[in-house]
Each structure stands twice: as C-alpha cells, then as structure tokens.
C-alpha cells in the first residue's frame, strides 16, 4: 500500500506544482481570499469534486468519498486542513510565477498546503477504491490572524459528516536548529499559545525643548519595553517556554513637540494556561506602575487568539509511523515545541489529530535558505509529493 501511494504521489507531481505555482501569484490576505477560493472551485468542478463554501464564500469546505462495504464505514471521516492566506510583503524573490498582487506575497507557504491537498483530493476523487468512508478538505483563510478556523467550526465545517481525526502540515523551516529535507512530528504540545497586547501609554504633550512642562510617554515606554523582558527572564521558571516581545512602536510627530500617547503592540506566546495568565497580568501590572511613577498612565488591551497547539498522541504515534515507512532517512521526532502559533490549534480541539512540520524552504550550495515570512523565501517543489504520499497514506490507514 505504501508503496502504492508514494507512486501515485510521483505520478501527480507535475499537477501539484502547477497548483502550487498558480496559488502562488494570487496572494490574498486575512478572512478576504474571493480569487484564491474561485480558483480552488475551478479545480473542484473540473474533477467532479463536490465541496461548499463558508465564511462568505471565502473557505472552501471539499468532500470525496471512497466506497463503503458497510454503513459503519460509510461513516468514517478524516479532515485534512490546508490554510490558504498569504502576507503583506513585496515579494522579491524573482520566480517567473511571483506575486501578481503588488504588496502581497505567499511568504509562509499557505499556497505549498493547498497545493498538496487540492492533489489528494484529485487522487482520491480518481482512486475512489483506496478507502472507505469521506475525507472532507478544509482550505481555511485567516491563519495570520484574524482566524479562519475558529468561523469556520462555528459555521459548521466539521458537520455533516463529523471527521474522528484531522491532519494538516506546515511548510517551510519554523524550527530552530532542524536541517531543511527533514518531516518533523511530535505528541502533545507542538505550538503555543499566541496572544496580542496593545499598551497605550498616555503622557502629557509639550515642547521638546521645555520636558519638564510635560510627561514624555516616550520615555515612559523605553522603560516599560525594558521592564517587560524581565517576565520571561525573572518570573517564570527557566524551564518553562515563553516570549513577550514588543513588535510596533507608534508615537511622535516630529523632531521637537512631545506627543501625548505612545501605542506597543506586541505579542506573546506561551505553553501553558498559568503561563499565559501571569504575562497577561504582569504586562497590564509592570506598564502602569512605571506610567504612574513618571505621571502617566497605561491602557492594555491584551487579546487571546490562538490556543496551545496540541497533537493527538495516538493518532500522531501512527502517522509517524507511516511516514517513517515511507521515508526512513526523512522523518525525526521534535523533544521541544516551537514558540509559533497556529489555529489549527481550534480543530485538534474540536477532534483528535496531527499537525507535523515539513522542513522543505529552498536552499543553496551552501545550504542557506530564507525562513518563513520572508521577501526571499522559497520551497524546494520536489518536496510536495512526500507531503501528498503520507496524506494518502494517512486516508488508507485510518480509513482503510
């Protein structure tokens, strides 16, 4: 059997970078992708697929059924998630199939993910014997926030039928330390949790040349920006994980006029909930108190997007073990999370499932390569079959 996918996966290569390089010069951005969506419609009429759309027609919720020996198997489903957004960056990259939307770009790999589950869905909808029961496909837009996946459970994706396990993957090099070429799984936490805060610091404006006339919101923030660096290293134990960082700095208006105001906006991520509770509380606690000591004041506005990506230890435990059949050199096991953040954390906890990582940016003679949300950043495309064998694989075994 496995060997039987991995050549079907090879027999559709050409087809997958086709999709990955159409996909690619669309790019569209948050909850609003009406060209990417017509365009993943297109391929579904033109393979017979049947699908439905959410979120405003903006997600594309697809279905291909197996045969069935029996009504228990009929019921059978399995989800394979591929995000579809892309990012506010001006590629420059210099692919003959950049970017055709000037300031945006598929900088993080969205396009690789629905290339590789719109070719198993094609597979599927041709090879109809390989399996029982339905795979539902659900190309989600929003991934970089605001979120898609949270909408599209609300509006009912996972109904009709239920999936029992969901699988999706990440492309490019996320993780720290991990050759390119690699497929990386782990059980449990995999992605933490990814909070936004936005911190107004609120001062009194006047003259640059008279300070003591006002209350410098700039300086009060070089020192809050300063003192929350310390929750990490200070408050939380060593060996937990955590980031506090501050990302945006808005304020001012010109060389000599203080402003009133001065707006952080950063994020924070974190791998468990006590965690995520004290930098929410010493982040409000640690702006104010150094704002009042200089006679200002702090407003924070801390929103909670994502949760803890968890993956299903058994259902994880087995995927693995079909792609390390299918590729032994290929597979290892991550012993640590990674700090990024994903929501496909809201399906797997709707439903048990895998999210794995394949390690596939583009590298040169001397192995460099641009990560993820860069200009520059580029997948190697004979990797896209390695991701469609173990998807296939994954069908057969769970829906054998």
Do not use: W
């Not at 995000?83 to 210099?94: H, S």
């Not at 073990?321 to 290892?332: G, M, N, Q, S, T």
């Not at 048990?352 to 394949?358: H, M, N």
């Amino acid at each position: 059997m496995l060997t039987d996918v991995r050549a079907l996966a090879l027999e559709y290569e050409s087809l997958c970078i086709k999709f990955r390089r159409d996909l690619h010069e669309i790019p569209e951005l948050e909850l609003n992708l009406p060209e990417t969506s017509k365009y993943l419609q297109k391929v579904l009429q033109e393979y017979g697929i049947e699908y439905q759309l959410l979120l405003a027609g903006n997600a594309v919720v697809a279905q291909v059924k197996g045969k069935t020996a029996s009504d228990r198997q009929a019921e059978k489903c399995l989800a394979i998630r591929a995000d579809m957004d892309g990012l506010p960056i001006n590629e420059e990259t210099g692919l003959p199939f950049a970017s055709k939307h000037p300031g945006l770009m598929h900088a993080c790999g969205h396009d690789t993910h629905m290339a590789v589950a719109l070719t198993t869905a094609v597979i599927l909808q041709k090879h109809p014997e390989l399996f029982r029961g339905t795979v539902k496909f659900l190309f989600q837009p929003g991934e970089e926030i605001p979120g898609g996946a949270l909408p599209m459970i609300k509006e009912g994706a996972l109904a009709n039928p239920r999936p029992q396990a969901v699988i999706g993957l990440h492309g490019g090099n996320l993780l720290e330390g991990v050759p390119n070429g690699k497929i990386a799984f782990k059980s449990g936490a995999l992605m933490a949790a990814m909070d936004k805060f936005t911190l107004t610091i609120i001062g009194k404006s006047g003259h640059g040349a008279n300070p003591d006339r006002s209350i410098d919101p700039i300086v009060i923030a070089a020192e809050v920006i300063l003192a929350l660096q310390k929750i990490v290293s200070r408050e939380i134990p060593p060996v937990e994980r955590a980031v506090v960082s501050v990302c945006k700095i808005v304020g001012g208006f010109t060389q000599n006029i203080i402003p009133d105001k001065v707006v952080l906006t950063g994020t924070s991520r974190s791998l468990k909930a006590e965690v995520q509770d004290l930098i929410e509380r010493r982040i409000g606690e640690i702006a104010q108190g150094i704002a009042q000591t200089y006679g200002g004041q702090a407003e924070l506005k801390y929103e909670r997007y994502y949760p803890i990506l968890k993956n299903d230890p058994k259902f994880t435990q087995r995927i693995e073990e079909l792609a390390r059949e299918l590729f032994p050199d290929k597979v290892i096991t991550l012993e640590k999370p990674t700090m990024g953040g994903d929501d496909m954390a809201y399906l797997l906890d709707e439903i048990p499932g895998t999210y794995f990582f394949l390690l596939n940016s583009l590298t040169d003679a001397q192995g460099h390569y641009y990560s993820n949300h860069s200009s520059h950043f580029d997948v190697s495309e004979s990797s896209l079959t390695s991701a469609v064998a173990i998807y296939l694989a994954a069908v057969c075994d769970f829906l054998h």
